[in-house]
């Protein structure tokens, strides 16, 4: 019988990212996110980095580590924020 414990397996369709050709993850830009959108993309991030090759998956984190999405949360609160929408 196969063991699946060391078989990588990727989101087939993630919601947040683009698979590229070299077999990473471009993560799509938002430029504002919800706090409940950041948990989302968190998630499948770490999906995504656990079903990485090791070799692969250093390069993924980097990627990963350009787009700021507790900035992007923050930025989505602020404008809550100066609309004075109840809520946030």
């Known amino acids: 019988m196969k063991s699946h414990l ?3 397996i990727l ?5 947040f990212h683009l698979h590229r050709q070299d077999g990473l993850f471009m993560p799509i830009s938002f430029f504002l996110v919800t706090e409940r959108m950041r948990r989302e993309i ?7 980095l656990q079903g990485l090759p090791p070799a692969l998956r250093a390069r993924q984190e980097k990627l990963f580590a350009r787009y700021d999405l507790k900035g992007s ?16």
């Open 42 to 48: 968190e998630q499948e991030r770490e999906v995504i």
């Open 73 to 88: 949360a923050r930025a989505f609160e602020d404008v809550l924020r100066l609309f004075d929408v109840p809520g946030h």
């Open 6 to 8: 060391a078989e990588h």
């Open 11 to 15: 989101p087939a369709n993630p919601r």
